[in-house]
């Protein structure tokens, strides 16, 4: 059985959850959330905490049970505290800057990339060269996230590109000069 999937999650003060079947739903001062769960695991809600249990032994229920308490888990941090990534931009006259809501990246190619933010998505830019996508839903925080790295992926040689903040990237030595 799960070690994750049974730990009770704890609910914090202003935020509820509300449980339909295997629809959650949870409030909080940041927005909502709601996610269907699968068939296999049953959600019960006990006081101020929410326990997540398996139906059967089967072995989809079990891959699914630790699954399912993280998912929830994280749907209760990011209404009451958020989630946030940060992104390096390293490089020689790459930068990056907020226009409305679009994000806009000037990283070596001919045009500027823009990046439309998903719905509850927000992107703030610290001096040019510093990243950070905000919101609620940590999934789609880091699938954001990975797409504006995959503008420019940090590369081997010079370490130039766009990488998280704390990531560390192998460096490769170069040609070796001529003797």
């Known amino acids: 059985m799960s ?3 049974k730990r009770p999650i704890s609910i914090p003060d202003k935020v509820t959850v509300a449980i339909d079947g295997q ?3 949870v409030k909080g001062p940041k927005g909502n959330l709601s996610r269907t769960l699968p068939a296999e ?3 019960s809600h006990e006081g101020e905490t929410v326990l997540v249990k398996q139906r059967d032994e089967s072995r989809a229920a079990r891959q699914r049970h630790g699954l399912s308490r993280t998912l929830i ?3 209760v941090e990011g209404v009451s505290q958020g989630f946030q990534r940060r992104l390096e931009i390293i490089g020689v006259g790459y930068r990056a ?3 409305g809501q679009n994000l806009t990246l000037n990283m070596g190619y001919s045009h500027p990339v823009q990046i439309e933010p998903p719905d509850g998505i927000q992107f703030a830019v610290e001096g040019n060269t510093n990243v950070l996508v905000s919101g609620i839903d940590k999934e789609i925080v880091g699938n954001t996230a990975a797409r504006i790295r995959a503008v420019r992926p940090p590369e081997p040689y010079k370490g ?3 990488r ?3 990531e560390v990237v192998k460096r490769k030595a170069g040609k070796a000069g001529k003797k």
Do not use: D, P
Request: charged share 15%.
């Open 3 to 5: 070690r994750i999937g």
């Open 160 to 162: 130039k590109g766009i």
């Open 164 to 166: 998280y903040a704390g």
């Open 97 to 99: 800057q907020v226009q």
């Open 41 to 43: 695991v049953e959600i």
């Open 73 to 75: 888990a994280n749907m």
């Open 23 to 25: 629809s959650v739903t």
